[in-house]
């Protein structure tokens, strides 16, 4: 199907775990966003990609990698999970000079 | 002070009235604004952009005001399925979102 993907859609881990959430869109959007969402908060930007194999650090990046080797992937990785990373984790995907972004389903992560 | 500011609610709503509220930002160099809603911690959904001269869409009307750096939403003869948060949202040079913590409104019958 069209659109945009995220998986898994809950996943618990334990601290000091590595953990990747994986995003994929079919639309060969150029832009890809990696957002947090917290209670008293709002959405926090974490990492964003303009095109494959570049990324830029967002609002809240420590302790997060992402990578973009092909356009349509946009990978997030704890690379060691904290409780304070339990969140709802929302992917969105932008065309260049479009002006909607569209988000997938969200993974809601619980690190115990 | 935070980028973007709103009242986050919730604005207990009946059925049929009229609902408004603002959204404050302080990042002047703002380019483009919107709002989006949110249901049940669901993904953001684009609701409208935000235009200088003001818009509407249906039973909903944007307005942006540059001078005191805050757009508004107002929604008219509210239905039940308006309840939802709304995320006020705003894109400064980058490409980049950056958004409101929402305000929540409780349409009721």
């Known amino acids: 199907d069209a659109g945009i993907t995220q998986s898994p859609r809950y996943k618990i881990t334990e601290t000091g775990r590595q953990v990747t959430l994986m995003c994929h869109q079919t639309?060969?959007?150029?832009?890809m966003f990696w957002y947090r969402q917290d209670l008293g908060h709002g959405l926090r930007l974490i990492y964003y990609?303009?095109?494959?194999?570049?990324?830029d650090k967002g609002e809240v990046p420590d302790g997060y990698v992402v990578s973009r080797s092909k356009t349509e992937n946009f990978p997030l990785t704890l690379e060691s999970a904290t409780r304070s990373q339990t969140s709802v984790y929302f992917c969105?995907?932008?065309?260049?000079?479009?002006?909607?972004?569209?988000f997938g389903s969200g993974t809601r992560l619980t690190v115990v | 002070r935070k980028e973007v500011e709103q009242d986050p609610g919730p604005f207990n709503v009946p059925e049929g009235a009229t609902v408004a509220f603002n959204c404050t930002y302080s990042?002047?160099?703002?380019?483009?604004f919107f709002w989006y809603r949110q249901d049940c911690r669901k993904e953001p959904k684009l609701l409208m952009s935000?235009?200088?001269s003001g818009n509407e869409d249906g039973r909903f009307t944007a307005q942006l005001n540059r001078a005191s750096q805050y757009i508004s939403l107002l929604i008219r003869d509210s239905k039940l399925s308006d309840s939802a948060t709304y995320l006020c949202?705003?894109?400064?040079?980058?490409?980049?979102?950056?958004f409101g913590g929402g305000t929540r409104v409780l349409v009721k019958p």
């Open positions: 949202v705003f894109e400064a040079a980058g490409n980049k979102l950056t």
């Open positions: 990042n002047s160099a703002s380019q483009s």
């Open positions: 639309w060969s959007h150029s832009y």
């Open positions: 969105a995907s932008r065309d260049l000079g479009g002006n909607d972004y569209t």
């Open positions: 990609s303009a095109a494959a194999d570049i990324t």
């Open positions: 935000v235009y200088s």
